[in-house]
Each structure stands twice: as C-alpha cells, then as structure tokens.
Antibody
Framework: QVTLRESGPALVKPTQTLTLTCTFS??????????VSWSRQPPGKALEWLAR???????YYSTSLKTRLTISKDTSKNQVVLTMTNVDPVDTATYFC?????????????????WGKGTTVTVSS | QTVVTQEPSFSVSPGGTVTLTCGLN?????????PSWYQQTPGQAPRTLIY???IRSSGVPDRFSGSILGNKAALTITGAQADDDSDYYC??????????FGGGTRLTVL
C-alpha cells in the first residue's frame, strides 16, 4: 500500500525559508520510473504544481517559482524535501506531495497517482 | 504565460451526464499534453481519476471517462451520483517536464 505524509511548520514568518518533508512508504525512489511531486493549494483556490524529483535525480520546477524552490531526496529515509525561500503571505497554502510515475512504453509520460493528505502552512508575522 | 482553462462551475441532475472541459489559452489540447483529472472535496486531498487522457486510475468507477473533444480535454461523468458533488481539476504536462493545473470546476449534483 502506497502512502505519503507531508510535514513541516504550521506557521512561518515572511522572508523566512520554508522546509517541507514528504515521507512515503510502499515504493522506493531508487526504483526506475518512480518520482515525487509537490503541489499546493491556497485557501479557496486552485491547485498549483510546484516541483518534481525523479528516481535518477532529475529535478523540475514550476516556471514561476523555480528561483525560490529546491527539491531533494533521501532515498534511504524514503523522504523528499522541498524548500521555499523568501516566503510571503501569498504562499499560505496546503502543500501536498504525490507519488509520480513515469510510464515506459511506446510513448513515455508521467502521472501523479497517490496523494498525501497535505500540510497547512500559514505565512504571517 | 500558459493558462489552463476550466469552467468555473457546472451542475448536473442525479443520474444525468455532464462533460467538463480543459483548454489552453494559447492553442489546442491534444494527447501530447497527457491530460489528467482529479476530484477533490473540501478539506481533502485530490483523488486521481484519469491520466494519459483516457486511463482510469485504480478503483475509479467506469462512469468517469476521459477524452479529447475538439481542441480540449474532457471529463465525462455518466449517471452522476450525489457523491460526485466535488471540485474537479485537470492538469496538462508541458514540454520541459512541468505541469500546469487548471482553475478547477465546481460540480454541483442537484
């Protein structure tokens, strides 16, 4: 059974760096084709995709946020960490991680399948 | 800037059929965007319904189906049920390996 759980501070001050951890089970990030993505959702608003890290260490970031985001993995701990620098109140949101799979075949593609329950972060002084 | 468009809201009667769409502000959606669809109720995590345009995720009932209709991706719910009353999001896979979510559709079943 695949599960993911997000963790991090509930409250962060503006200009600080936010560090979020996704701890997962039921799959390994050392397995070819396995990846983890982060998305977020401000209160009452739409989902926004943030970043992805692949089994081989490749990293991808939202075009609008890439200068502020860093994603990393610790395969031995089954964890993926997302850091966001210089946070602002507009970064207040619930942050989700999701297992992401690369399909191998005649056409290769990625898809997010299992999601964590999310962790809520408020940015306020 | 890439903007993925969805109807803000839709309503359907129980037992009815509804089609939600997912478009692009700068062109057509095709299978090469590998559209996915997610269902979300307030306070809950998204649930994956459809990926790679048409493939249902594990455990998703066959009343949910995905397709390309004209220049948009589409999610059709056939025989809507009360617990289909949710928000629905599409996401498109972009060149460069990134995703862009749509603004979501609030579906009311009444």
């Amino acid at each position: 059974q695949v599960t993911l759980r997000e963790s991090g501070p509930a409250l962060v001050k503006p200009t600080q760096t936010l560090t979020l951890t996704c701890t997962f089970s039921g799959f390994s990030l050392s397995t070819s084709g396995m990846c983890v993505s982060w998305s977020r959702q401000p209160p009452g608003k739409a989902l926004e995709w943030l970043a992805r890290i692949d089994w081989d260490g490749d990293k991808y970031y939202s075009t609008s946020l890439k200068t502020r985001l860093t994603i990393s993995k610790d395969t031995s701990k089954n964890q993926v960490v997302l850091t966001m620098t210089n946070v602002d109140p507009v970064d207040t949101a619930t942050y989700f991680c999701a297992r992401t799979i690369r399909n191998y075949g005649s056409d290769y593609y990625y898809y997010m399948d299992v999601w964590g329950k999310g962790t809520t972060v408020t940015v306020s002084s | 800037q890439t903007v993925v468009t969805q109807e803000p809201s839709f309503s359907v009667s129980p037992g009815g059929t509804v089609t939600l769409t997912c478009g692009l502000n700068s062109g057509s959606v095709s299978t090469t965007y590998y559209p996915s669809w997610y269902q979300q109720t307030p306070g809950q995590a998204p649930r994956t319904l459809i990926y790679r345009t048409t493939i249902r995720s594990s455990g998703v009932p066959d009343r949910f189906s995905g397709s390309i209709l004209g220049n948009k991706a589409a999610l059709t719910i056939t025989g809507a049920q009360a617990d289909d009353d949710s928000d629905y999001y599409c996401v498109l896979y972009m060149r460069g390996g990134t995703w862009v979510f749509g603004g979501g559709t609030r579906l009311t079943v009444l």
